[in-house]
C-alpha cells in the first residue's frame, strides 16, 4: 500500500496493455447467511447493469437462516455471456469461517478484498489483497448496533466501487431502488459505501486490471428473477384462483401474486377478481386447484420436487378427468429434501409421467424472463384449451436470481378459454351433448361448468371408468377408447404447446439439445466450440411432448449432445424414445452438483467426446 | 305454497316431482344404510325445491362417496380423491360462490385418511353441506376398521379393535364448526329435517350420519348396527325445519316446549324438547354431552351445535359479488398500461 491516491476518481487501469481486463471478470462475495448481504450484492448488480455493462448474479445460498456461509457470484461480460463461470478472479472474503478455502478458489492474478482487523488471510503470491477498514467504517457511520451487520457489507460495495470503477451516482440509485426508495436506510448504506470508497481512493494502490467501464449493452433492459415473471405472466394471464403451500424455491411465485394482484385485480371497493389460498399441505393446493378448475377457474398452483410428489394423485386425476389445472414446479435438488437452496433439473420425468396408470402431462420448460412471463398466461389458456393438467418447469437459478430482460410485451392474444357449453349453446343444441365425445377429432370434448343454468348442464365427473356420456362403466372396449382418446389429446398437444428454438449452422456436424436455464451457458459453449473449430447448431426444447422437428434435427447432425443438470440424463432419455430411428446419434451430457451448469464444462464435456469420436 | 312439513303433494315449487331428483340406480347392497341416505337428500331437495342446475355434489372414495350419482342427477358432480373432498370443494366454492354445494363422504374418507382436510375446511368454514355416512368400518375394501369402530369392536377377519374412535362431531365442535349434527340413517324423518336446516347454514354444516354397513358391520353390539341404533338412539328433540317464506303454524307446541333456532336465510329450525335440558348454542354443552356418551355407547341424535356467528370462508376472501367465474376476460386482465407501469418499475 505505498502509492497513495490523493483525489476520489477512480484509478487508472494498470496490467497488460492499459486496457487491463475489461467488462469480462466474476466476482465472488463470500458471506454469512443472515447478514444482510443481499442489499449489498444487488446493489452492485444493478448498479454495472446500469454502466450499460452486461452483469448477472448467482446466490449460491444455503438452506438456514442465519449463519451458515453462502456465496454470491457476480459475472460481468461485455459480450453478454452471463451463465455461471467457474473462475473467480474477484473476492470479497466477508467470512471467516470460509476465507482459507475462498482464497484458494481465486484464479492467478486475482485479488482478494477482506476485513482488514481480521488478519490473518490465507496469503498466495499470486492474489493482490485489499483490506478493508470494515469495523472503523461501519463504527463511524454510527449505525445502530443492530444495523451493524448489514451497513458492514456496503464497505466492500464501495471499496469495489473504486477499484473496479462502478459509478457512485449508480451505486446510490440502485440502493434507493433495492430499499424502496426508504431514505434513512437509503442515506445510512450510502453513507458507509461513499467513505470506503474516499478511504480506498485514498489508501490503496490498485495494482490489478480488472475495471468495469461503461457500455450501451443493457439499453432498455431489467434484472427481474423468473418467480416475478411468472407471477406477472399470470396475473396478466387471468389466473383467477391460487392455492399453494410454501415451499424453496417456488414461494416467491405467491409472494409476487400477493403483490402484484391486490393492486391489479381488484374493484373500486377493494374486492378482489381471484383468489389466494395458503392451503394446509400441497395435496390440499393441488385439490382446492383442481376444484377451483373444474368449476370454470384459470387456477394455478406452485411448488418445487417435495410438493410436486405430494400432488401425483391428483394429477393422474386431472390428466383422467379432464380438468384444468397449473402446477408451476420451481426445480430444486432431489430426492428427499436434498438440497433445497440448490438447482437441477431433476423432475423432468417425474413431471411428465406425474401419477399412476398411463398418462403424459404436457409440460412448458422457459428458460428465460420472458418465456416465464408468457409461460405465466399461456399455460393457463393451454390447460383450459386442452382440459388437463399443465407443469411449467422451472427452476431454483431461473426462479430466484436476477436475469436480465427486455420490457414485457402485452399479450397479443385473448384468453383462451377452451370448449365449454353455456346454457344458450346447450339450448341451441336441445340439451344433447356428451362430455367425453370427440366432436372435433382433436381428442378434446366439450364440457359444461356447475352452475350453468341448464337442466341438460350437469353430468358427473370422476376418476373411474366411464363413457362418452360420463357414465361409470368397466367396459373393456369404452376404457380402451377412452385412454386412446386421451393419447389422441396428448398427440393434439404436441402441435399447440411452444415449439423448439433452432438455431442451425450451415455443415455443423454436432448438434446440441437443451433445455431451461442451461441456455445462457449452452448459448456460451457454442462461442467457444466454434473458437476450436467445432461449430454447432442448437435446439432448445421449450415443451412436452416433443414434436417432429427435433426428429429432423437429430438426423440433420452426427452427433447430438443432449444437455442437462441432472444425474440420469432424463430428457436424453425422453429424446431416445422420440427419436428411435437417430437415438444412436444421441450422447447424453448431464450433470447434477447443486450448481447451474457452466460453458467451460459444456464446452469441454463435448470436446472430450469429440475426440474420442475421432480417435 | 307447497305443505312442505308433509311433503305430500305431488310436484313442487318449480313444477318437479320428486322422481325428477333421484340419481341413478343405486348399486349399494341391499339394506345398505347409505341407501337411506341418498333417499332423504333427495326427499330434502324436493322439500326444499332445490335448484338442481345450482347444486354442486361432491365426494371422496368408498361405497359412502358413490351415492352422488344416486341423487340429483341433473346435478354437476365430482367423484374426487380418497380423503380430498374437502380441497375440491374448496377450490370449487370459492370461485363460484353462486353454488349449493353437498359433499358426502365416510368414516374412512373423513375420519383416516380425509382427516386433516376436513378439519381445515370446517377451520375455513367453507359454505356446504357435509354428510358422512360413518358406517365404523370400511365397506368399499371389505370390512378394515376404521377410526370411528368402536373400542374392543370384534369384525370377523379383522380382529378386536383396540384403539379409542375418534367422535367426528366432537372433531367438528373443535375445529370451529357452526352446524353440527348427529342422525340415524334408520330415522329418515329426523335426518330429513336436520338436513334442509342444513341448507340454510351460512358455512360448514356437518351431518355425522350412523350408516349401518349390512355387510361388514351390522352385528350385534356394534353401535353402528340397526339393532344398536333402534335400541340406542336418544335424540334431543323433535325437529322441524320452516324455511324462510314458510308460513308459520305454530299453534300446535305448548309454550316453552319449544327453542327455535334462526338460520342465516331466515329460515328457523324448531327444536321441540324431549325431556333433556339441551342448549344446542352451548358449545361446551355440546362436547360435555359427547364425552360422556362415549362411555356409555348411547348416541345423542339431533342439532347437536348450533353457531350462525361465523363467516363463511369465501366471506373472509373479499371477493367481488359476481362469482368469479362468470366475470367477463376484461376483468381478468389488466390493461396495457398496467403492464407499462410494471415495466417502468422494474427500469
Ligand atoms: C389413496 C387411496 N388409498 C386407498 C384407497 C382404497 N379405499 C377405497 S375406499 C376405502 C375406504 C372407504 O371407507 P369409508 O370412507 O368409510 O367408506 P365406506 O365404503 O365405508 O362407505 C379405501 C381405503 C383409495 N381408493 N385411495
Ligand atoms: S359394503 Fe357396506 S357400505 Fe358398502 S354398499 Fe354394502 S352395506 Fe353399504
Ligand atoms: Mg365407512
Redesign the pocket.
Known sequence: MSVAVSNADPPATVGPGRGGVVNDFSITVATVNGSGSQTANNTLLRAIHKMGVPVSGKNIFPSNIQGLPTWFTIRVNRDGFLARCDETRILVAMNRATIQEDVRTLEPGGICLYPGEEEPVARRDDVTYYPMPVNELVQQSGAETRLRPYVANMVYVGTLAYLLGIGLAEIEEALAYNLNGKEKAVALNLGVAKAAYQRAAAQMAKTDPFRVERMDKTEGTFLITGNSAAALGAVFGGVQFVGWYPITPATSIVDNLSEYLPELRCDGEGRATYSIVQTEDELAAIGMVVGAGWAGARSMTSTSGPGLSLMA?FAGYSYFAEIPAVIWDVQRMGPATGLPTRVAQGDLLAAYTLGHGDGRHVCLIPASIAECFEFGGSALDLAERLQTLVIVLSDLDLGTNLWPARPFEYPDKPLDRGKVLSAEDLTRLNGAWQRYADADGDGIGYRTLPGTGHPAAGYFTRGTGHDEAAAYSERPEVWAANLARLAKKHDHARSIVPGPVTELTAHAEVGLVSYGSNDLAVQEARALLEGTGVPTSYLRVRALPLEQSLVEFIGNHERVYVVENNLDGQMHQLVQLHAPAVAGRLVSIAKCDGLPLTATWISGSVLAHEAKEKA | MTDVAKGSATANQPGLNRADYNGSKSTFCNGCG?NAIANVIVGAAYDLSLDMTRVAKFS??????KSPTYFLGRSHGING???RMPSLATGATTVNSDLIAIGV??????GS?GLGQFKHLLRRNVDMVYII?N?G?????KG?L?ATADLGQKLKHKGVNELPPLDLCLEAIMAGCGFVARSFAGDPRQLQELLKAAFSHRGTAVLNVISP?VSFNNGEGSTKSYSWGKEHDLPLHEINFLPMDHEEIRADYEPGTVREVELHDGSVIRLKKTGKEYDPTDRMGAVTLLEEERNGKVFTTGLLYVNEGRQAFAEHEMLVVTPLVKLPDEKLRPSKEALEKINAKYR
Open positions: 394423485e | 347409505h371422496g372414495i368408498g361405497c359412502s362417496s380423491l380418497h380423503g363422504s365416510g368414516d374412512g374418507d373423513t385418511i355416512m358406517n368400518v370400511y365397506g368399499l375394501t378394515q376404521s354397513c
